[in-house]
């Protein structure tokens, strides 16, 4: 049987390569700032430290970071061009940028980042074999049965005979260290437990897209150059 997969979300995944001292000059740079971090009580939850909630949101503003920055836009470019979009209609605009640090089981929840339109995450320091990005089915296309798919009483009775692509509820996707993941904002997505006491460390940023050209006003937001602080 023949299968039809129609309207997939799609996720953009390649590698940076970036020299190992500047990679090292990253993490070192990442570490003070979890050691200087207004927040501690991170610690005493699974969950990794994000320098979004740490006041430390705008890494593409330090200068230890702009070779990985120069290379993160060429590859938003490149994603966009995968759209079929004409990049030369559009100016993306990044509007934030953090480090986020996992040790030991420590993960990130499902969630989406709704404030913004392009996503992105680089793996910095990561083991091979530890945990991985999870994004999350919200819509359950191929789920003729309201529940089919989402049903522990179901599965458990074996009514779900196996996960695959086509009902699952959630995809890991394997990444390694230099890997970077695009994809759409409003996609719902997570972290995995670490498997290890390694220390996991990744870059996430998010862009908004605004129009080059005032025509496009009713579909894209409009220059920002035009734009009146009220």
């Not at 570490?31 to 207004?38: C, G, I, L, R, T």
């Not at 993160?72 to 030369?88: F, T």
């Not at 993306?92 to 953090?98: E, G, H, K």
Request: charged share 25%.
């Amino acid at each position: 049987m023949k299968n039809i997969n129609l309207f997939a979300v799609s996720l953009f995944q390649e590698k940076i390569s970036i020299d190992e001292n500047i990679k090292k000059e990253m993490i070192n740079e990442i570490q003070s700032m979890v050691s200087a971090s207004k927040n501690k009580d991170y610690k005493i939850s699974r969950d990794s430290w994000t320098g979004d909630t740490q006041g430390f949101e705008y890494l593409y503003k330090n200068k230890k970071f702009n070779i990985l920055f120069q290379e993160i836009k060429k590859q938003l470019v490149n994603y966009i061009k995968k759209l079929g979009i004409n990049e030369s209609e559009i100016d993306l605009y990044m509007t934030r940028s953090w480090a986020t640090v996992s040790r030991g089981k420590e993960r990130i929840s499902s969630h989406k980042h709704r404030q913004s339109h392009i996503s992105f995450a680089y793996y910095l320091k990561k083991n091979k074999d530890d945990a991985n990005i999870v994004f999350y089915d919200e819509h359950f296309q191929n789920e003729f049965v309201p529940g089919l798919f989402t049903s522990s009483t179901l599965r458990n009775k074996g009514v779900i005979k196996e996960l695959n692509i086509f009902n699952a509820s959630n995809i890991d996707i394997p990444v390694e260290e230099d890997d970077i993941i695009i994809f759409p904002s409003k996609t719902l997505h997570g972290t995995q437990s670490n498997k290890s006491n390694d220390e996991r460390i990744s870059i996430s940023g998010d862009i908004v897209c605004v129009s080059k050209n005032s025509e496009l006003l009713e579909t894209i937001m409009p220059p920002i150059n035009n734009w009146d602080k009220m």
